[in-house]
């Protein structure tokens, strides 16, 4: 049995007033694709409820400026020569719940060592329309991937990657690493929807707030990028393992197994 879990989710959300989620008409339509190998609970809650969980909020990390450092580069390659070089990976790579072997070379791609937080040097790759992250990890010498800039917290023990996906899509997903096993969280937004803001908080445990938008079909350009919102916030679990579909309606809690 795989130990990979994949949920499909189909929200329909026909909430009464009380409920104070920021809904007007034309925001039900929301669906979305999670693959994860983690328990995660998905709950959309009122605009209050977001403002006063900002309170707990852990300051983001500070992009780093998006050029080589060639010291630094010099340092991986004494240390971990043959890994990832400007035109190479090679070396084991983990997506999808599982490591597997990489050993890939091309001179039309380009990747760049920019830096370096806590165990985890960041490569920037650019190449065929891609344009995404490389994290060597130094306590396992795995290779993970990221779309859109890594936030590292915990003394490199998770990993958000939040903002752009391919075809117009965006994603908020996570790595969590533990000594023997790593989580991996995924959520894919429709097309449609635009992460306007987010934050991550801590109280007691890590978890993630996000402002969602959808954009408007509307010329007017006071209704621009501002048609609806909802308020997500999705918290972590334990690490559980398991796999199936689920379609989900009249709900704005969502407990994914």
Do not use: W
Not at 79 to 103: A, L, N
Request: hydrophobic content about 35%; overall charge positive; glycine content about 4%.
């Amino acid at each position: 049995m795989k130990n990979i879990l994949f949920l499909i989710l189909f929200v329909s959300l026909k909430l009464s007033a009380q409920d104070n989620l920021s809904l007007i008409p034309n925001c039900d339509d929301f669906s979305f694709t999670i693959e994860s190998n983690t328990r995660n609970t998905l709950s959309f809650i009122s605009q209050n409820d977001y403002n006063r969980k900002l309170k707990d909020s852990i300051k983001k990390p500070k992009k780093i400026a998006l050029k080589e450092d060639k010291i630094l580069y010099k340092e991986f390659q004494k240390k971990f020569p043959d890994k990832i070089s400007t035109h190479c990976i090679r070396g084991e790579q983990y997506g999808s719940g599982r490591t597997e072997k990489i050993s890939y070379c091309s001179d039309r791609q380009k990747i760049l060592l920019t830096g370096k937080e806590q165990n985890f040097y960041i490569f920037k790759l650019d190449a065929f329309e891609i344009d995404s992250y490389i994290l060597f990890n130094t306590e396992n010498e795995i290779i993970y991937y990221t779309e859109n800039y890594p936030l590292i917290y915990d003394n490199g023990k998770i990993i958000f990657d939040i903002g752009y996906f391919y075809d117009g899509l965006k994603i908020i997903s996570y790595y969590k690493f533990y000594d023997k096993k790593t989580e991996y969280f995924e959520l894919k937004l429709p097309a449609q929807y635009i992460i306007k803001n987010y934050n991550i908080i801590r109280n007691p445990r890590i978890h993630l707030i996000a402002e969602l938008g959808k954009l408007s079909n509307s010329k007017k350009s006071s209704e621009e990028n501002n048609f609806c919102g909802k308020f997500l916030m999705i918290d972590q679990f334990n690490l559980y393992s398991g796999f199936g579909v689920a379609k989900y309606q009249q709900y704005d809690r969502i407990e994914c197994y």
